[in-house]
């Protein structure tokens, strides 16, 4: 069974940094892109961030790029995001999602909260 | 960017068809997938490509994608059906994930 387990959320001051980890199992995690995904309060999905398999190519949402960072450590299983300069408008939860082949989502987490604020 | 497009709100009876909308600028020539999200619940793909269903997923959900407009279709709706329903594609020019606004589903 497919399972993805965020955690590292909480609450920050604004120009504060997080970061958030999400822990795969039940697949061949190295052989799979993966992407975080997150939504604001009541708010719709914003996708984030993308990864490759090996991690060779990253890709950012324009409201992230420069101040969040993407990684993966496939021997640990684990996908990783780096939050830094973080703004009240990051608050959100954030899904860690893999990437069913061809750019979409076929397996989500269960999300973690972050909430900047003072 | 690329923009999706998605009203609001649906509302459908019991055992009616729903169709929700998701429009773009020449949506057809795109790959549409379709995402289910209960509340307090992660989000769960429903349709792929288009019109593909992942295993587990009813039959009575369906998807379609020509011109600007693609289309998510339930049939027979059920009381659990009762969710937000967002589309999302890769905008290719960008390399960004686009997800339309989300709608509503209610079943009345």
């Known amino acids: 069974e497919v399972q993805l387990v965020e955690s590292g959320g909480g609450l920050v001051q604004p120009g504060g940094s997080l970061r958030l980890s999400c822990a795969a199992s039940g697949f061949t995690f190295s052989s799979y892109e993966m992407n975080w995904v997150r939504q604001a309060p009541g708010k719709g999905l914003e996708w984030v961030s993308y990864i490759s398999s090996s991690g060779s190519t990253i890709y950012y949402a324009d409201s992230v790029k420069g101040r969040f960072t993407i990684s993966r450590d496939n021997a640990k299983n684990s996908l990783y995001l780096q939050m830094n300069s973080l703004r009240a408008e990051d608050t959100a939860v954030y899904y860690c999602?893999?990437?069913?082949?061809?750019?979409?989502?076929?397996?989500w987490g269960q999300g973690t909260l972050v909430t900047v604020s003072s | 960017s690329y923009v999706l497009t998605q009203p609001p709100s649906v509302s459908v009876a019991p055992g009616k068809t729903a169709r929700i909308t998701c429009g773009g600028n020449?949506?057809?020539?795109?790959?549409v997938h379709w995402y289910q999200q209960k509340p307090g619940q992660a989000p769960v793909l429903v349709i792929y490509y288009d019109s593909d269903r992942p295993s587990g997923i009813p039959e009575r959900f369906s998807g379609s994608n020509s011109g600007n407009t693609a289309t998510l279709t339930i049939s027979r709706v059920e009381a659990g059906d009762e969710a937000d329903y967002y589309c999302?594609?890769?905008?290719?020019?960008?390399?960004?994930?686009?997800f339309g606004g989300g709608t509503q589903l209610t079943v009345l």
């Open positions: 999302q594609v890769w905008d290719s020019s960008s390399d960004h994930a686009v």
């Open positions: 999602a893999r990437d069913g082949r061809h750019r979409y989502f076929d397996y």
């Open positions: 020449n949506i057809g020539s795109k790959s």
